[in-house]
């Protein structure tokens, strides 16, 4: 790599993935460093480190995400709030960050960090891998039962027949009231109906045409 410092940014920003990935790593803590004969390893989402560096420096939690992109790590428990008020995940670079547990769920980083490495510390690794490994089916199946028991409650809730509107029926009258047909016939008595009258119909006044030869005539 050049000497230059614009050199080195094109060469940063313009690097494949493949190289970027191996970029984005952090120093082991002591004890892991001991255990595993190395000084620093790539970052995998479910690593747990400690912020070494920044506002949030002391800060321990798993990794959620790795931007290969951009070479940023977001932490579960890092965030910044934005102009609108919500709530975001704040990158960090992995430069800050200190590895305190290793995530080796994975078997291509447990056969790499078994080569150069006792029986012993091999059987570690292993022991360790299954632990986590039946941790995250756990973890699993709790979100499935949690997303079944949300289910049901939401079937429950469609079935649930609508609550019946009460009718306020009003009190009885002592008095009931009096229909046409309980009337005695002597007292109801005929109302004539009168008839529209109809107008006389008005003749409209003729006019006669008058031609040019009256019209010389009359002004003679």
Avoid: C
């Amino acid at each position: 790599m050049s000497i230059k410092p614009r050199k080195q940014r094109y060469t940063l920003y313009n690097a494949p993935l493949h190289k970027k990935r191996k970029w984005i790593s952090s120093h082991l803590a002591e004890n892991l460093l001991l255990k595993y004969d190395r000084r620093s390893l790539p970052v995998v989402k479910g690593d747990t480190v400690k912020i070494m560096r920044g506002s949030f420096r002391g800060h321990e939690d798993k990794i959620s995400k790795v931007n290969v992109q951009d070479q940023t790590v977001e932490i579960e428990g890092v965030t910044i709030t934005t102009a609108k008020g919500t709530k975001i995940a704040k990158p960090l670079h992995a430069s800050t960050l200190l590895i305190t547990k290793l995530n080796v769920t994975d078997k291509w980083r447990r056969h790499k960090l078994e080569s150069g490495l006792s029986e012993t510390a091999k059987k570690e690794i292993e022991k360790e891998a299954a632990e986590q490994l039946k941790a995250l089916e756990a973890e699993k199946k709790a979100a499935e039962d949690a997303a079944k028991a949300e289910e049901k409650l939401k079937e429950e809730e469609q079935k649930e027949p609508a609550v019946k509107e009460e009718t306020i029926t009003p009190p009885e009258t002592l008095a009931e009231p009096i229909t046409k047909e309980e009337i005695p016939a002597e007292k109801v008595e005929e109302i004539p109906v009168e008839q529209p009258k109809k107008k006389p119909a008005t003749k409209k006044p003729t006019t006669k045409k008058t031609t040019k030869k009256e019209k010389e005539e009359g002004e003679t």
